[in-house]
T-cell receptor, first 116, second 112 residues
Framework: DAMVIQNPRYQVTQFGKPVTLSCSQT?????MYWYQQKSSQAPKLLFH???????NEADTPDNFQSRRPNTSFCFLDIRSPGLGDAAMYLC???????????????FGPGTRLTVL | DQQVKQNSPSLSVQEGRISILNCDYT??????FLWYKKYPAEGPTFLIS?????DKNEDGRFTVFLNKSAKHLSLHIVPSQPGDSAVYFC???????????FGTGTRLQVFP
């Protein structure tokens, strides 16, 4: 089955210790997204890639970086995690948006990040 | 400033009855609205959508209603089943960007 895979499902890191979360997809979608979701809050878009074209949200902290080496993989790097970065991180993909259509995004199961 | 709001964090409904989940938005430029369903330990999955040129879209037990003048949409589930117990997210987009704006979600509990 075509899907979006996130590894690891649970990640524990120490305050200030860099961490990388990974996402892969078998859907061959050209758009990939990273969301941060804190408890009882809406998923918040951090950035997205349209093919290799990187689009950063204006309020995404510099502490968060991303890499997309190829169509299938995308990584989220948190350079110096703080306690406030503990959250669920969701990866999603979508096809190129067609005029007059809606943007259906396909989500992975998420990685829950704990910062000690 | 939240552009998509789900003011009810939780809803409890008896099996067989109707579940109504509500969503309000502020941006009149949104032209598509989507509902996602999320089970624990899984990512959100797409449920149903509606275009702003329509006021109703139906898919089996799920119907979404849109009231543009009130900037309000609702998801109706009839009849509700225990397997419908999940968190439901409302999301909105416009046709010019690849982004979705999500609400905070409503946790639906369907009890026997």
């Amino acid at each position: 089955d075509a899907m979006v895979i996130q590894n690891p499902r649970y990640q524990v890191t120490q305050f200030g210790k860099p961490v990388t979360l990974s996402c892969s997809q078998t859907l061959n979608h050209n758009v990939m997204y990273w969301y941060q979701q804190k408890s009882s809050q809406a998923p918040k878009l951090l950035f997205h890639y349209y093919d290799k074209d990187f689009n950063n949200e204006a309020d995404t902290p510099d502490n968060f970086q991303s890499r997309r080496p190829n169509t299938s993989f995308c990584f989220l790097d948190i350079r110096s995690p703080g306690l406030g970065d503990a959250a669920m991180y969701l990866c999603a993909t979508s096809r190129e948006l067609e005029p007059g259509s809606y943007n259906e995004q396909f989500f992975g199961p998420g990685t829950r990040l704990t910062v000690l | 400033d939240q552009q998509v709001k789900q003011n009810s964090p939780s809803l409890s409904v008896q099996e067989g009855r109707i579940s109504i989940l509500n969503c309000d938005y502020t941006n009149s430029m949104f032209d598509y609205f989507l509902w996602y369903k999320k089970y624990p330990a899984e990512g959100p999955t797409f449920l149903i959508s509606i275009s702003s040129i329509k006021d109703k879209n139906e898919d089996g037990r799920f119907t979404v209603f849109l009231n543009k003048s009130a900037k309000h949409l609702s998801l109706h589930i009839v009849p509700s089943q225990p397997g419908d117990s999940a968190v439901y997210f409302c999301a909105a987009s416009d046709s010019y960007t690849d982004k979705l704006i999500f609400g905070t979600g409503t946790r639906l509990q369907v009890f026997p």
